[in-house]
């Protein structure tokens, strides 16, 4: 119970500077054995082993609400199937319910759904979940704390920095270690999903006072492997290159400067839908035949369509539930 005082006195500081923090969790099962009639040195079944985290994820959930009182800090819990980042529309879902918590200053703890996961559907372990949960929010980095200080070389020294990840760096890395299900490999493979969303990873111990504040502010040494893009260039790198679009948007000529300026994409410059398109497909924009921008669309083309048609501000009205107007936000919008 040190470790989570510790760590949530860190999410505590991080959230006074503005920092907007999401904690990728994981104990469940191990907490879960304890309230299990299975015995302790039995080797778990799937079934039992997912009896035990539905067992164990309100008893961790409690230990960390727990501690958040003690700041007056609200958290959420997230649990989330490899099906929720195949799936387009889950991830859409995942991302917006995801931002809305984090807009409300709420720490969401993230966590693999084990009460239904099998071993071909899950994410796998929590160091790859968290990178994906990266890519999910944008983050700017990853902090994976673990029993060590960090990646060691051959004469037990921790490699602090780590430009590129190639066979030389994962040679350095041991086997899986621990009552968890990963070791400093299933770390430095999580580094590398993290680095294509533009994300640094930081490798650190959890054995410390403030273990995240410690390897963000570089007080103490630990493994940094870092990306030569930002989170941002990289999602509308992602964008302006997919091959995978689903449908068409004209807008007027009139908007594209203000666009370009900053703004999200809305009804009124609309001047033509077509194509079969899903909330969160991605979409080509375009001023008669010129192609000037790709974006991810907010709506599928019915309810684009609607809007076209419409041309009203109360969403509403047009298409009988209110969410946000923008038919492709200005973070959803990669120029050409």
């Known amino acids: 119970m040190d470790f989570l005082y510790h760590l949530m006195n860190d999410v505590v500081s991080l959230k006074a500077r503005n920092y907007k923090v999401v904690l990728v969790s994981s104990g469940s099962v191990a907490l879960g054995r ?31 609400q727990n501690f958040a009182s003690e700041h007056d800090l609200r958290i959420a819990q ?14 859409v879902n995942a991302e917006d319910t995801l931002e809305e918590l984090l807009q409300q200053g709420i720490v969401p703890i993230v966590n693999e759904n084990d009460t239904v996961a ?17 890519h999910l929010v944008e983050a700017d980095d990853l902090v994976i704390l673990t029993n060590v200080g960090g990646l060691l070389d051959r004469d037990g020294k921790i490699v602090a920095k780590i430009g590129t990840l190639d066979e030389s760096i994962f040679s350095l890395a041991g086997g899986a270690s621990g009552p968890g299900t990963g070791g400093m490999v299933t770390k430095l493979k999580a580094a590398e999903i993290a680095l ?26 630990h493994t940094v492997i870092e990306s030569n893009i930002t989170p941002e260039s990289a999602r509308h790198l992602w964008i302006a290159t997919s091959l995978d679009v689903r449908g068409f948007l004209e807008i007027r000529e009139k908007s594209v400067s ?44 019915y309810e684009a369509q609607a ?28 120029f050409l």
């Open 78 to 91: 997230i649990l989330i199937t490899r099906s929720d980042f195949e799936d387009r529309k889950r991830f």
């Open 34 to 64: 304890r309230y299990s009639t299975v015995d302790d040195a039995a080797d778990l079944t799937l079934p039992q082993k997912q009896a035990a985290a539905a067992l164990g994820q309100p008893a961790l959930m409690a230990a960390y």
């Open 258 to 301: 203000s666009i370009r300026e900053g703004r999200s994409l809305f009804s009124e410059d609309l001047t033509k839908v077509s194509g079969e398109f899903d909330r969160g497909d991605i979409v080509t924009i375009s001023v008669g035949d010129e192609e000037v921008a790709r974006g991810i669309v907010a709506f599928n083309h």
């Open 196 to 221: 294509a969303s533009g994300c640094c990873t930081h490798i650190t111990s959890g054995d410390c006072v403030n273990p995240v504040l410690d390897a963000i502010d570089g007080k103490r040494e």
């Open 307 to 334: 809007l076209l048609e419409r041309r009203s501000p109360d969403i509403f009205s047009v298409l009988g539930y209110n969410t946000r107007p923008d038919v492709v936000h200005k973070n959803d919008l990669a």
């Open 118 to 134: 099998t071993k071909h559907l899950r994410v796998g372990d929590n160091d790859r979940l968290s990178a994906k949960v990266c």
